[in-house]
């Protein structure tokens, strides 16, 4: 627990990583909020979290065969922990803490590249 405290204030405190948060969370909600229904995240925008970030794949209720693909090619770039909840499913990005810029770029660039490959 200390580590992770000094972590926090060597990186600016808390409203440094408030700041990250936003950051990141943002840059997936862009991409889910203009894939024209690509991405679907079935949550209402003033009630979004900034730390997990589901959503639907390829249409308003999910195409199992196609968020399979998705996590099956995530997993090939070693991204893990898409798969969302095992009552839920469909995917979800945990921005925690430790998940960094550079991984929530790499995230979002598969996300593009996913969307160009297979919108319809």
């Not at 200390?2 to 840059?27: D, F, P, T």
């Not at 203009?34 to 925008?45: D, H, I, L, R």
């Not at 810029?101 to 979002?108: G, S, T």
Request: net charge positive; charged share 25%.
């Amino acid at each position: 627990m200390v580590l992770v405290l000094e972590r926090i204030k060597n990186n600016g405190g808390a409203a440094a990583m408030e700041k990250l948060s936003s950051i990141k969370s943002q840059m997936i909600y862009e991409i889910t909020d203009n894939s024209q229904g690509f991405y679907v995240c079935p949550v209402e925008p003033q009630s979004r979290s900034k730390m997990n970030i589901p959503s639907l794949t390829g249409n308003t209720k999910g195409d199992d065969a196609l968020e399979k693909t998705f996590l099956d090619k995530a997993l090939e770039l070693n991204m893990l922990s898409l798969k969302g909840h095992r009552f839920v499913g469909r995917i979800r990005a945990s921005l925690y803490n430790a998940v960094t810029i550079e991984d929530v770029q790499k995230l979002a660039a598969f996300m593009k590249n996913f969307l160009e490959m297979h919108q319809l």
